[in-house]
Each structure stands twice: as structure tokens, then as C-alpha cells.
């Protein structure tokens, strides 16, 4: 019902910034919540923020402080702003809003 496509990952050293994009079609009507998950090797996928349709947001809290999560309605699209990024960061990035994204890496090392 919902596609979804993220973009922004890749490599970046320690304390160094990301964002990531994803964008949603089909039945967009639907989306109340958009988030954002990740998952390194060998661990569970774990919901890193997420933010409903007014704005209201929830973050883990490793990333509390750092991450930012943000959404345009209009553009049906769910950002998150990753600054101040750490090893421990590095993992498979998902968008989810009624399905799941296909993931982007996000890597942080020196």
C-alpha cells in the first residue's frame, strides 16, 4: 500500500553529520506515523524517532540530542538529521510508514 525510499547514507567519520531522506507514495492518506529504525549485524532492528502527522516526536535514547527527526506533509517525506554521529551508530537505517523501507547503510568510522 505505502512505498518507500531512503536515500542520504554512507560513509562519515566520527562527530561528522548525515541526513537522511525517505520518501512515501501510494497510500499516503494512511501514514499517521513515520520513523525511523536501524540495525547493525548480528542485533535486532530498533526504532531510533519517530514523529506523527502534528509533529510530535520520540527518540531512543542513544540518539537523544543528536538525532533530529523532521517531516514534510505536503512532500510526504520523513527526514532524520544525524549530527555528532558515532561508531555505534553504524548500521542498516529503515524508514517505516505502514511498510518498510529497503535500508540505507550508514557507516561511521575514521
Known amino acids: 500500500q505505502v512505498q518507500l525510499v531512503e536515500s542520504g547514507g554512507g560513509l562519515v567519520q566520527p562527530g561528522g553529520s548525515l541526513r537522511l531522506s525517505c520518501a512515501a507514495s501510494g497510500s499516503i492518506f494512511s501514514i499517521y506515523t513515520m520513523a525511523w529504525y536501524r540495525q547493525a549485524p548480528g542485533k535486532q532492528r530498533e526504532l531510533v524517532a519517530a514523529i506523527t502527522r502534528g509533529g510530535s516526536t520520540n527518540y531512543a535514547d542513544p540518539v537523544k540530542g543528536r538525532f533530529t527527526i523532521s517531516r514534510d506533509n505536503a512532500k510526504n517525506t520523513v527526514y532524520l538529521q544525524m549530527n555528532s554521529l558515532k561508531p555505534e551508530d553504524t548500521a542498516v537505517y529503515y524508514c517505516?510508514?505502514?511498510?518498510w523501507g529497503q535500508g540505507t547503510q550508514v557507516t561511521v568510522s575514521s
Open positions: 517505516k510508514a505502514g511498510s
